[in-house]
């Protein structure tokens, strides 16, 4: 499965911002989904998960009662809603699938897609 995310850009601290990734192929139903994000200088950091039929889902401490991910198996999309934003949230989200849901471990995801920039200024 091929992914893109779009949607990042600049937005105040306190705002939001929804991501997209929209993935090719008939097989996203299948796939869990993740979000992960990496600022300069550090390491990839998971942000969340779904899994398969949006029932189940993993955040991050970080992310926790801000950030929410939905689907849409029907039109093959992934989103992160983020609220609340602070300048920490600043990076480069990446959207992810793996075949098993759950992990918050980057090498347990099959296909990434190239990221999108999220700037948030104080």
């Known amino acids: 499965v091929q992914l893109q995310a779009f949607g990042g850009g600049l937005v105040q601290a306190g705002g939001s911002l929804r991501l997209s990734c929209a993935a090719s192929g008939r097989t996203f139903s299948s796939y869990a989904m993740g979000w992960f994000r990496q600022a300069p200088g550090k390491e990839r950091e998971f942000v969340g998960t779904?899994?398969?039929?949006?029932?189940?889902?993993y955040y991050a401490d970080s992310a926790k009662g801000r950030f929410s991910i939905f689907r849409d198996n029907a039109k093959n999309t992934v989103f992160l809603q983020m609220n609340s934003l602070k300048p920490e949230d600043t990076a480069v989200y990446y959207c992810a699938a793996a075949t098993h849901y759950g992990s918050s471990w980057p090498h347990s995801y099959d296909f990434w897609g190239q990221g999108t920039q999220v700037t948030v200024s104080s």
């Open positions: 779904i899994n398969r039929n949006s029932d189940s889902f």
